[in-house]
């Protein structure tokens, strides 16, 4: 899986987050890739997940990996247990 969307030297701004949010209407789970703002990545990464309503997986190395739950249960890929 390819980062879908990129943080770069302008940081976490709107059209950002409005990326996601149109990666999040098509998959439940993507990456984000950090060009600048390395340092920052996990503030940022936290910040990115409560501005998306999304969850922060994991992140390895400059890339984050984020999943949010499909609202409809037919489009869901990702099964989680209870």
Same mark, same amino acid.
């Given at each position: 899986?390819?980062?879908?969307?990129?943080?770069?030297?302008?940081?976490?701004?709107?059209?950002?987050?409005?990326?996601?949010? +149109? *990666? %999040? $209407?098509?998959?439940?789970?993507?990456?984000?890739?950090? &060009?600048?703002?390395?340092?920052?990545?996990?503030?940022?990464? +936290? *910040? %990115? $997940?409560?501005?998306?309503?999304?969850?922060?997986?994991? &992140?390895?190395?400059?890339?984050?990996?984020?999943?949010?739950?499909?609202?409809?249960?037919?489009?869901?890929?990702?099964?989680?247990?209870?």
């Amino acid at each position: 899986m390819e980062p879908l969307v990129m943080i770069g030297k302008a940081g976490l701004t709107a059209a950002v987050i409005a990326a996601a949010k +149109a *990666e %999040f $209407a098509d998959r439940e789970l993507f990456k984000v890739r950090f &060009i600048g703002f390395k340092d920052e990545k996990r503030e940022l990464s +936290a *910040e %990115f $997940a409560s501005s998306c309503g999304a969850q922060l997986v994991r &992140i390895t190395g400059n890339v984050a990996v984020f999943y949010r739950q499909n609202p409809d249960p037919k489009k869901r890929v990702i099964v989680l247990p209870e």
